[in-house]
């Protein structure tokens, strides 16, 4: 509706325009014309990719980065839009160029030019999504009463009571119960199904904000806790070492109980930073599209990736080769296929259809479940499954896809199923969300747990969205907390700068080059911001700060002297170092290929000592 709106305004705005003589104010206004048009041609295309406008996720892969991004799938939308930005370009270049004729009805109008003008740039829903998530509002008499309660668990010591369960986590790509509503989908999903009155079925999980794009789906049902991070606008994560490194998540748990963790992915491990997140919390084999594609049958790769037979078959070779080995172990592996939005058909589903096979992620659902229904009767045939523990979950909701209209028509809830020979199969329909699954599952497996995070274990305890607080209150009150999970490294005598692989060491941690450090008064760093894909040039963030902080800022020598204003031909590309003392706006800029930057030389700079 506020599209409509702010299209229908600006159009107004721009026929008004003809009114206009003086070239300084048809300008000026042709300009925000144009910002506008532009925004809502971009508010369309990040609707069409995240279903739900400009929300969490667009911002954290703007920031964090794109690589990995199944592009192919989006050409024609990318086509469009580039189309679409030239012809704004060219319709508003023809309206300052041309003076036309003003017809009588606008000049009586035209004086009401500033009006339609500011309303259509207020009423654009990329700039009221945006508002929405830089500033956030939320009533501060609930979080203050969610901060004086506990609901965030920090408990590190998780017992196992009996033998420690082996644990195969499946992750379905946004593969949600809904899928599973016979009144709307009469046949789909024939296997889960079935295998549903053989678990433990949970069938009221919901989605809180930011959990439902992949790498948060698979934070807040590991961690209990949804993906935040500090300062988008800075990019403060995406040449970070290390993900959430202070986050207490099943991989450190199981971990500390000695379970060789595994994961795989058909995907490339750097998008969302996947990777990443698990070599941070103990797995140690980490293994995506690069690795797995290697050893896979089929040469031929989706968009995404892997198809999911591939998945499947290493993901069992790995299950039955771990069976041996004396310590417990885990697998978490994501499958790809139901990606929206149309979804991918492996070489084993072909001429499998749903109906009459013109809804195509339809199709790839109903194989995505004989897929899934095939391994899970598999493994459970299997000699090893008395000590295992399996999980099914989907990573998050569906996204925008082509069969959005009928999943909306159902209530939408994600998947959560637990298989265990130990455990009753039952179907609980009490209230729960995402950050559940991981203490749930824990104590599934035989561990004595409460809760993990804003999780509780839905065997015994009450879900916190059934608290008199909402569940935003609650993560809101608890904000400076999560983000705290995200630790810097700090600048300590093994401090050095690797110019030739472009990182600074800083003893057993890394951080690429080039970056911002911002250091507070008591001289530790209290955030660092990286150039990355789209993110704020560091040229930028050190201008804007305006000299209110203590930085040190590394980066290529012809850019921090582009900075100071000062013209110097290089021969090549070396790197400098820019620091700043905000007590007395000092500073120091060092060539780093002549000159040491270690933790002597920062310590002098700042407390001459």
């Not at 941070?280 to 031929?300: C, D, I, R, Y």
């Not at 804003?454 to 909402?470: A, K, T």
């Not at 070396?574 to 007590?583: A, E, G, I």
Request: charged share 20%; aromatic share 14%; hydrophobic share 40%.
């Amino acid at each position: 509706m506020f599209f409509i709106f702010s299209t229908s305004l600006t159009i107004i705005s721009l026929i008004l325009t003809q009114a206009l003589h003086q070239k300084g104010v048809r300008a000026t206004c042709l300009l925000l014309i144009l910002i506008n048009l532009i925004s809502l041609g971009f508010y369309l295309f990040l609707d069409f990719l995240s279903g739900d406008g400009i929300n969490d996720a667009v911002l954290y892969h703007f920031y964090f980065g794109i690589t990995g991004f199944g592009i192919y799938d989006y050409i024609a939308p990318i086509i469009l839009l580039a189309t679409y930005i030239f012809i704004c370009f060219l319709l508003i270049s023809t309206f300052y160029i041309k003076d036309f004729k003003s017809k009588n009805f606008i000049l009586s109008f035209y004086h009401a030019l500033p009006i339609f003008l500011i309303s259509s740039l207020a009423l654009n829903p990329f700039f009221q999504d945006l508002h929405k998530l830089y500033f956030k509002s939320g009533t501060d008499n609930l979080k203050v009463e969610a901060s004086n309660q506990n609901f965030f668990v920090r408990a590190n010591d998780h017992t196992f009571l009996n033998k420690k369960k082996n644990i195969i986590y499946l992750y379905l790509e946004q593969f949600e119960r809904t899928y599973f509503d016979e009144s709307i989908f009469p046949g789909l999903t024939p296997n889960l199904k079935r295998l549903e009155a053989e678990a433990v079925s949970f069938s009221n999980i919901h989605s809180p904000q930011s959990t439902n794009w992949t790498i948060a789906g698979m934070v807040a049902s590991q961690c209990g806790i949804p993906l935040l991070v500090p300062n988008y606008r800075g990019n403060s994560m995406s040449g970070m070492d290390l993900f959430l490194p202070l986050a207490n998540c099943l991989g450190d748990i199981l971990t500390k109980h000695q379970y060789d963790l595994n994961y795989l992915g058909g995907s490339n491990l750097d998008f969302g930073g996947k990777g990443k997140f698990y070599y941070s919390h103990g797995f140690k084999t980490v293994e995506g599209l690069q690795t797995l594609h290697k050893n896979a049958s089929n040469s031929s790769l989706s968009p995404w990736g892997l198809y999911d037979d591939d998945l499947y078959k290493a993901l069992t070779e790995r299950y039955n080769k771990l069976n041996g080995n004396e310590n417990p172990f885990g697998i978490f592996a994501l499958t790809l296929d139901t990606h929206h939005p149309d979804g991918y058909i492996p070489s084993s589903c072909k001429g499998l259809i749903y109906q009459d096979g013109k809804n195509p992620i339809l199709n790839a659902v109903h194989c995505a479940d004989q897929l899934a229904g095939k391994f899970i009767d598999k493994l459970k045939l299997s000699s090893a499954y008395a000590n295992t523990t399996l999980v099914v979950t989907s990573d998050h909701l569906a996204l925008k896809n082509s069969a959005t209209s009928m999943l909306e028509m159902g209530d939408r809830k994600n998947l959560f199923l637990i298989f265990d020979q130990d455990i009753n199969p039952k179907k609980i329909s009490k209230p729960g969300t995402v950050f559940d699954i991981a203490p749930t599952v824990l104590s599934a497996m035989g561990s004595h747990t409460k809760g993990l995070g804003f999780g509780r274990n839905l065997f015994f305890e009450s879900s916190l969205i059934e608290s008199h607080l909402s569940m935003k209150s609650i993560v809101e009150s608890y904000k400076k907390d999560i983000l705290s999970l995200w630790s810097f490294p700090q600048i300590n005598n093994n401090f050095e700068v690797d110019l030739k692989s472009k990182v600074i060491n800083f003893g057993s941690r890394q951080i690429k080059l080039p970056t911002l450090i911002l250091i507070n008064d008591e001289f530790d760093i209290e955030e660092m911001r990286f150039d990355f894909y789209f993110s704020n040039p560091l040229i930028n963030e050190v201008r804007s700060i305006k000299k209110s902080k203590n930085l040190i800022w590394i980066d290529q020598c012809e850019i921090i002297l582009e900075f100071m204003k000062v013209d110097l031909a290089l021969d090549e590309i070396q790197y400098c170092s820019y620091m700043f003392r905000k007590s007395d706006g000092n500073y120091l800029i060092n060539d780093l290929q002549r000159e040491t930057l270690d933790h002597n030389a920062i310590d002098l700079f700042f407390y001459n000592r």
